[in-house]
């Protein structure tokens, strides 16, 4: 009750304005029992929230039994009274303006197997963030470190968002783009109509296109009010604010898991086709394939397993999550998140099938070949004899 101001005795008097000088302390002395509580009708919406940005909680008091009291005053019984008491400070926007100002979006794509990092790097060397020292200085990567694989550029105005200083992205017009060796870019605060324009920027270093690029969506929201230090939900990672070290971090696994995305549909693709390819031997008991169309899927079968473990590098910690705990929560909650151990483990059961088909096939394609040598070497004894039959019947006419 002492958290009450006046504009919640306002709000009350409102309700009868037959008597302005109805009082709400006397309207609460006169009531032997009153209930309040938090109200989840839906007719408390965000609309209730003040429009200034004050924080507002709304209550129901329901009168369960009154004294005697005026007939003006009067409240019919169990007559629900709904009220908002301002408990903020009056400062920023209101609910559902500020969450939409606390959003950043992340946008992962897929589009090329490779990417030169160096020829980007040259020709964006004003857009180019080095790995922070604790002295918040640029310490750029070198080809050693395990964080060679990727690099960071930002765009925008830099001076708007004071990473070092406890500030957030959101809200800035700062917008950042992590592209990855292996051919991963992940955008970070960049609206939907500029992304082709900071896609166009990578296209002109990449390699080895895919016939159809590969996207996600994932979203970042900042509450420099929470209590933890992150928090997850359904498609997003709240966190009390989103630095360099964090963008890195969500960056790498959401690289990883577009990434990893594509290499399953390959493999995918490699296993129903020799799913095909068994059921047509069990329909007509023949097998007939080229052997080179057959170590083709082996080749493809090995190379997508490498890409996934040296170029991804699935099983390698992030650097920073090594150096900083915090940052280990959120690795391991965005690989649980994405399931990228199970997708993995997924992968690497498919590849397996694929490994024991092409072993079959390969010793029936060289049990074929056998046949086929054993048959040859009977066609040339058997010509071998008629010749030397011949020539004894020639010699003894």
Not at 184 to 189: C, E, G, T
Not at 197 to 205: A, D, N, P, S, W
Not at 228 to 252: C, E, P, V
Not at 256 to 264: C, F, G, P, R, T
């Amino acid at each position: 009750m002492r958290a009450l101001s006046s504009s919640s005795c306002a709000a009350v008097r409102a309700l009868h304005p037959s008597n302005p000088s109805f009082s709400f302390a006397r309207f609460v002395s006169s009531a032997r029992n009153i209930n309040f509580f938090l109200s989840p009708s839906p007719q408390l919406s965000r609309s209730h929230f003040s429009p200034n940005g004050d924080s507002r909680f709304c209550v129901v008091v329901v009168m369960r039994s009154l004294c005697s009291m005026p007939s003006p005053h009067m409240f019919d019984l169990n007559e629900s009274v709904y009220y908002c008491s301002e408990v903020g400070d009056g400062g920023g926007g209101g609910l559902a303006e500020e969450d939409a100002k606390a959003s950043i979006p992340v946008r992962a794509f897929f589009f090329s197997t490779s990417i030169d990092l160096r020829g980007l790097t040259d020709q964006n060397k004003a857009n180019l963030i080095g790995c922070p020292r604790r002295d918040n200085k640029a310490n750029f990567i070198s080809p050693s470190s395990r964080m060679s694989n990727y690099v960071v550029l930002r765009f925008g105005d830099a001076n708007s968002n004071s990473f070092g200083m406890g500030g957030g992205l959101s809200g800035s017009n700062c917008c950042y783009m992590v592209v990855f060796q292996y051919g991963s870019v992940v955008l970070f605060n960049i609206l939907d109509h500029e992304v082709d324009g900071y896609l166009k920027i990578v296209e002109r270093h990449a390699s080895g296109f895919l016939l159809e690029m590969r996207k996600d969506e994932y979203e970042v929201r900042e509450n420099p009010a929470l209590q933890t230090w992150m928090q997850g939900g359904l498609d997003y990672i709240m966190l009390q604010n989103l630095n360099i070290d964090g963008i890195r971090i969500i960056g790498s696994v959401l690289g990883q898991s577009i990434a990893l995305d594509y290499y399953v549909r390959q493999v995918d693709g490699m296993v129903a086709e020799f799913t095909d390819i068994n059921r047509g031997m069990e329909k007509t008991g023949t097998f007939t394939m080229e052997r080179k169309k057959l170590f083709q899927l082996v080749g493809k079968a090995n190379t997508n397993l490498a890409y996934v473990i040296l170029k991804l590098g699935i099983f390698e910690r992030s650097d920073i999550a090594w150096k900083d705990a915090k940052y280990v929560q959120i690795w391991e909650y965005l690989r649980d998140e994405f399931e990228l151990t199970q997708r993995f483990s997924t992968l690497y059961s498919k590849l397996k099938f694929v490994e024991h088909n092409s072993r079959f096939l390969q010793e029936i394609l060289q049990n074929q070949k056998s046949d086929f040598l054993e048959w040859l070497i009977i066609i040339l004894l058997g010509a071998e004899i008629v010749i030397f039959v011949f020539d004894i019947a020639h010699k003894s006419i």
